[in-house]
């Protein structure tokens, strides 16, 4: 007799999602004057490859209308969460232009739908979060996130290739990963948990915070079962419902639900 699949024990919980400053409301389009807004290089990513020249030739247009090589770095930080058309983004595997053992993953085409940021909890990837910081020498932390909440997750189910891997933060296997994912989002109750936007500096947490009582309501969960990996998204409505859909991911292929949530009345 097959052994049951014992489900994590984390509790409800809600999301924080971090977005980056924009001078035209989130709207999905690239910023009107993207040289005066300094705001956004807050995010590491953002100030290490923001191109302000190329982003004042598109300034205005809307983000998938931008070549793929063009595109604003903050279309991955959830700049367009609060865009009332869906958006496609092209999403590289970090290692595909830099590792041979990585070459052959191939770009993929994401879906962002309309009202939508992508949530990724990059805390619950890291080897000393889920292991504990001792996890190299064999030594499983009783208070790290694996054995806290029941989570089947071992280093032992990481690649063995290539070496360099083994010395990333980063948890790399597949099986580790979705035992984390899924844990992770087990904890967002439909209709109870609550997703919070902020930023790092004080105009845009300000900004936020006045918008807050508009977009803070209900959470609506669907899932995909089909592929590797997680995308998810946290959408909302125009009437102040947020919903979450996730997709694995083959990188290759993947699916999305867009169907719109109702409202809360």
């Known amino acids: 007799m097959a052994t049951p699949k014992i489900m994590p024990r984390v509790p409800r919980s809600h999301l924080s999602v971090r977005v ?4 035209a409301g989130w709207d999905g389009t690239v910023c009107r004057a993207p040289r005066q807004n300094s705001s956004c290089l807050a995010l590491n990513r953002i100030g290490a490859a923001k191109r302000d020249e190329t982003e004042e030739r598109h300034a205005g247009q809307f983000l998938d209308s931008v070549p793929h090589d063009e595109a604003p770095p903050c279309f991955s930080e959830r700049v367009s969460f609060l865009s009332a058309r869906p958006q496609h983004r092209l999403a590289r595997h970090a290692y595909a232009r830099t590792s041979d053992d990585h070459r052959h993953i191939r770009d993929t085409l994401f879906l962002h739908p309309a009202f939508s ?8 990837l890291l080897k000393d979060r889920a292991w504990g910081e001792k996890w190299k020498k064999g030594s499983i932390d009783a208070n790290a996130l694996a054995e806290r909440w029941g989570i089947d997750s071992h280093p032992e189910y990481e690649p063995d290739a ?10 790399q296997g597949h ?20 997703v919070f936007f902020y930023a790092k500096r004080g105009r845009t947490e300000s900004a936020l915070a006045s918008a807050a009582s508009r977009t803070m309501s209900g959470l609506h969960a669907t899932r995909a079962f089909d592929g590797w990996g997680w995308m998810s998204s946290i959408c909302i409505t125009n009437t102040g419902s947020i919903r979450t859909r996730r997709s694995r991911t083959r990188w290759r292929r993947w699916r999305a639900w867009s169907k719109r949530a109702r409202c809360a009345t």
């Not at 940021?117 to 619950?124: E, I, K, L, S, V």
């Not at 899924?182 to 609550?194: G, Q, R, T, V, Y």
């Open 20 to 23: 980056p400053w924009h001078d």
């Open 117 to 124: 940021a992508a949530a990724t909890p990059f805390g619950w």
């Open 162 to 171: 290539p070496d360099w891997l083994h010395d990333r933060p980063w948890i």
């Open 175 to 194: 099986r580790n990963q979705q035992g984390l994912l899924d844990a992770f989002f087990s904890a967002i109750e439909p209709k109870e948990s609550l």
